[in-house]
């Protein structure tokens, strides 16, 4: 009889509980109409459906901005890697820790310098780069497929890379401002053309036999230091790789006489041929005399003509070219349609590694930027997904209720609503269900319609 009992009273209060989710669920399908009826009027929160759909579509929209952006960041590395003046610019740090080595190998830099090298970290972010293009391709498929597994694997592939991404941009950002230093004091000594043409007759390189003896300057004990230093390093392509090419800045050009008086090298014999504009500045990079050039445009008296203030006189011999004392330039470069001059400047290959470095740092935090905000947009998605299922508030809404409680409304409610999933799917027993439906009758009595 008692069993009887127990059981009589269980049942009814397995009863009661269900009607009370009765009750509760026509309340909540009530207060759901209200809100569209009044959400038509004057606008209202949308459900977690639409939070879903509108998270999904900005985190694909994000996921597809990573996937450029990765991309982007491997297309800088590899151009930079293939324009040959990372390779130098390392070639030249190698050089410079190698002069101070002693000084260096106390501050550690020496071995630094050695094994984190410009090409390395260049190499790093390109890699990075396409494992950003693979995780956005994970995180577009998982926000499509509302798949929490891949979104999962998103978030913390974006995670990481974007820690990834900001290292590596700080570090090229830090290495530029240390590097740039020490490449400008090698630029100077090296492709100084007097210094040039002593260091690669003694050390010797094979492009140094067409030098003359009155060309090459004597080399005292610090430069026979330096031309063994040199030759373990095996410098003779970083000079030419180096000292190739130049920028070169206007001069001005009143008159012939300016113009020669202007590219004139301490009374060096000029050379001049007839070549076009393009082609004797190309010939002037050629030759490491060579400081300065003008260029006579034709005229229907004279051709167009291509004068270099100085010269390796090996390397330019009649008839293509003429020698010209100095006095009589101004007369060669007289009667022209056009007279320009340029004086040379500073290597190209220095400011190559500076813009890509400035390409490489821009990319890489813009990237590590854009990863931080599709990492916070999937997890609201995931939240969504999941919170959806359970009827709890969206991530929207949460936020909303930490930064802003008193705004949120009755939004604090749906932390205290009973869960119920069906009577034959839940996991409770009679007992258990029917304290939640009395924990839950109590809370639903006891909550303010104003709560703070």
Same mark, same amino acid.
């Given at each position: 009889?008692?069993?009887?009992?127990?059981?009589?009273?269980?049942?009814?209060?397995?009863?009661?509980?269900?009607?009370?989710?009765?009750?509760?669920?026509?309340?909540?399908?009530?207060? +759901?109409?209200?809100?569209?009826?009044?959400?038509?009027?004057?606008?209202?929160?949308?459900?977690?459906?639409?939070?879903?759909?509108?998270?999904?579509?900005?985190?694909?929209?994000?996921?597809? %901005? #990573?996937?450029?952006?990765?991309?982007?960041?491997?297309?800088?590395?590899?151009?930079?890697?293939?324009?040959?003046?990372?390779?130098?610019?390392?070639?030249? /740090?190698?050089?410079?820790?190698?002069?101070?080595?002693?000084?260096?190998?106390?501050?550690?830099?020496?071995?630094?310098?050695?094994? /984190?090298?410009?090409?390395?970290?260049?190499?790093?972010?390109?890699?990075?780069?396409?494992?950003?293009?693979?995780?956005?391709?994970?995180?577009?498929?998982?926000?499509?497929?509302?798949?929490?597994?891949? *979104?999962?694997?998103?978030?913390?592939?974006?995670?990481?890379?974007?820690?990834?991404?900001?290292?590596?941009?700080?570090? /090229?950002?830090? +290495?530029?401002?240390? #590097?740039? =230093? *020490?490449?400008?004091?090698?630029?100077?000594?090296?492709?100084?053309?007097?210094?040039?043409?002593?260091?690669?007759?003694?050390?010797?390189?094979?492009?140094?036999?067409?030098?003359? =003896?009155?060309? #090459?300057?004597?080399?005292?004990?610090?430069?026979?230091?330096?031309?063994?230093?040199?030759?373990?390093?095996?410098?003779?392509?970083?000079?030419?790789?180096?000292?190739?090419?130049?920028?070169?800045?206007?001069?001005?050009?009143?008159?012939?006489?300016?113009?020669?008086?202007?590219?004139? @090298?301490?009374?060096?014999?000029?050379?001049?041929?007839?070549?076009?504009?393009?082609?004797?500045? @190309?010939?002037?990079?050629?030759?490491?005399?060579?400081?300065?050039?003008?260029?006579?445009? %034709?005229?229907?008296?004279?051709?167009?003509?291509? *004068?270099?203030?100085?010269?390796?006189?090996?390397?330019?011999?009649?008839?293509?070219?003429? =020698? #010209?004392?100095? =006095? $009589?330039?101004? @007369?060669?470069?007289?009667?022209?349609?056009?007279?320009?001059?340029?004086?040379?400047?500073?290597? /190209?290959?220095?400011?190559?590694?500076?813009?890509?470095?400035?390409?490489?740092?821009?990319?890489?935090?813009?990237?590590?930027?854009?990863?931080? %905000?599709?990492?916070?947009?999937?997890?609201?998605?995931?939240?969504?997904?999941?919170?959806?299922?359970?009827?709890?508030?969206? %991530? $929207?809404?949460?936020?909303?209720?930490?930064?802003?409680?008193?705004?949120?409304?009755?939004?604090?409610?749906?932390?205290?609503?009973?869960?119920?999933?069906?009577? @034959?799917?839940?996991?409770?027993?009679?007992?258990?269900?029917?304290?939640?439906?009395?924990?839950?009758?109590?809370?639903?009595?006891?909550?303010?319609?104003?709560?703070?």
């Amino acid at each position: 009889q008692q069993q009887q009992q127990q059981q009589h009273v269980s049942s009814q209060a397995w009863a009661s509980f269900k009607e009370f989710n009765y009750s509760t669920q026509q309340q909540q399908q009530a207060s +759901r109409a209200a809100g569209s009826s009044s959400s038509s009027r004057s606008g209202s929160m949308p459900s977690s459906s639409d939070h879903e759909d509108t998270d999904g579509g900005a985190a694909i929209c994000v996921a597809s %901005a #990573v996937l450029v952006n990765g991309l982007a960041l491997a297309a800088v590395s590899s151009l930079g890697l293939r324009s040959g003046a990372i390779a130098v610019i390392d070639e030249l /740090v190698r050089l410079e820790t190698a002069q101070t080595a002693k000084r260096q190998a106390h501050l550690g830099l020496h071995a630094l310098f050695h094994l /984190v090298t410009t090409g390395r970290i260049f190499w790093g972010l390109s890699g990075t780069g396409l494992l950003v293009a693979l995780a956005a391709l994970v995180g577009i498929v998982g926000a499509k497929m509302r798949s929490r597994q891949l *979104m999962a694997t998103y978030v913390i592939l974006a995670t990481v890379l974007t820690a990834v991404a900001t290292a590596g941009g700080i570090s /090229v950002l830090q +290495r530029r401002q240390v #590097v740039e =230093p *020490m490449v400008e004091r090698q630029v100077l000594e090296l492709c100084n053309h007097t210094r040039y043409i002593r260091l690669a007759k003694h050390i010797p390189c094979p492009f140094a036999a067409s030098y003359a =003896p009155s060309e #090459v300057t004597p080399c005292g004990a610090f430069c026979m230091w330096r031309v063994g230093l040199l030759r373990q390093l095996h410098a003779c392509p970083i000079m030419q790789r180096l000292c190739h090419r130049f920028f070169y800045t206007p001069l001005s050009s009143e008159g012939g006489k300016n113009c020669a008086a202007a590219i004139e @090298e301490h009374g060096s014999t000029m050379y001049m041929a007839a070549e076009g504009e393009a082609r004797c500045r @190309e010939l002037c990079d050629g030759d490491i005399r060579c400081t300065a050039y003008a260029y006579s445009g %034709a005229s229907r008296a004279k051709p167009e003509r291509c *004068m270099l203030g100085q010269a390796v006189a090996a390397e330019h011999l009649p008839p293509r070219w003429s =020698p #010209v004392p100095p =006095p $009589q330039a101004a @007369e060669y470069l007289a009667g022209g349609s056009s007279l320009s001059c340029f004086r040379r400047t500073s290597p /190209v290959v220095v400011e190559t590694f500076r813009t890509h470095g400035r390409r490489l740092v821009a990319c890489a935090l813009i990237l590590a930027v854009v990863l931080l %905000a599709s990492t916070v947009i999937s997890c609201c998605l995931v939240y969504n997904v999941n919170a959806h299922e359970r009827g709890k508030p969206t %991530a $929207q809404e949460l936020s909303l209720m930490m930064c802003c409680p008193c705004c949120s409304g009755d939004l604090h409610r749906q932390f205290s609503r009973p869960v119920v999933l069906s009577d @034959e799917g839940s996991d409770l027993d009679e007992g258990d269900q029917t304290s939640l439906a009395d924990d839950g009758a109590s809370r639903a009595e006891d909550s303010s319609p104003n709560r703070c």
